[in-house]
């Protein structure tokens, strides 16, 4: 009875707290906090008494009704950027995505370019600028002003050079192709370019965002200050929630974009205990613990090499299927993504649980 669009895992879960899943296989690791949800892993504390306060209040009023966790969030999501800026919420990332589209074509004409290997969601709009064609394919023809770019400095400029362009999309660390840090050289470009005025800068900082790569937003490592932001996986504290954040421009006047259920009230609840725990300290610790699991994976039989930033890590390997099913069997849970090994640990992960993820991924091939 059920569309056939997901491979479930031969598992029941009976609960989950932290890290851990309880099933009637036992207990498993999660090594990926469901796909990047799960911020502060399962079952957070504070996250489930604000939930339960919330729900005890009501569960949804509608958009006539400003809900008093809003303004916090929207207060706590713009404070780790730094700038002023209007938030839009919504209801997943793939929705944000949708609104920074409708952004930039009511402020700026032209090309909208993304990059080989980006995701950016499966709805059209969105699709219309996610790389990969098998996925696109089947819903053609999508946005027809969406343009793929290599992963380049020199073409972007020479694509700027000789066409009108309206916005650029960027994953500073692209999740789906395997957690691909942006490069130096097309940061530089896109930083230069963008001062000078050639395009809008849209951040899609759904998966790399609220301190996964150990800073507030992933484009921070790179110096970028860009006009759009789109949110989502862990801004609900495990309820669907997702964003956008404009900084310099006011893309919608009343009434022009909407929702009947963003900002979910138990969403915003569940995200903000979340949000407030994102300080400095919070996020140097993320970075320790993202170098203290990269080390520990490079020494693992079965890795080739190890990329990415702060606790958003990707472990290449020859064979990542087999890698998958043999840590299942261990007692690990891994996701796969672009070929790799894709780690997204819940962000206060222990050293000790890290230790434990490593010593079940200890096996060869």
Known sequence: MLAPLYSPLPITVERAEGVRIFTDRGEFLDCYSGIGVMAMGHSYGPTLKAIEAKAGRHLHLGNYFLDPDALPMAEAALALDGRDGQVAFSNSGAEAIEAAIKAVKALRPGKIISFKGNFHGRTCGSLSITWGPGIRKPFEPLLSDGIFLPLSGECLKLFCEANEVAAVFLETVQGNSGILPCSEDLAETIRSLHE???FLLVADEIQSGLGRTG???GYQHYGLKPDLVTLGKGLGGGLPLGALMA?????FAQGEHGSTFAPN???LAAGLPVLRVMTDDFLSEVTRKGRLLSEGLRGLPWVES???LGLMIGAVTEDAGAV???AFDRGALL???GGAIRFLPALNVTDDEIEAMLDKLNFSI
Do not use: D, I
């Open 265 to 267: 009230p138990l969403s």
């Open 247 to 251: 900084f310099g421009c006011a893309p």
């Open 196 to 198: 000078e005025g050639r």
């Open 306 to 308: 190890v990329r990415g």
């Open 215 to 217: 800073k507030g937003y």
């Open 324 to 326: 998958r099913q043999a």
């Open 335 to 337: 996701n796969v993504a």
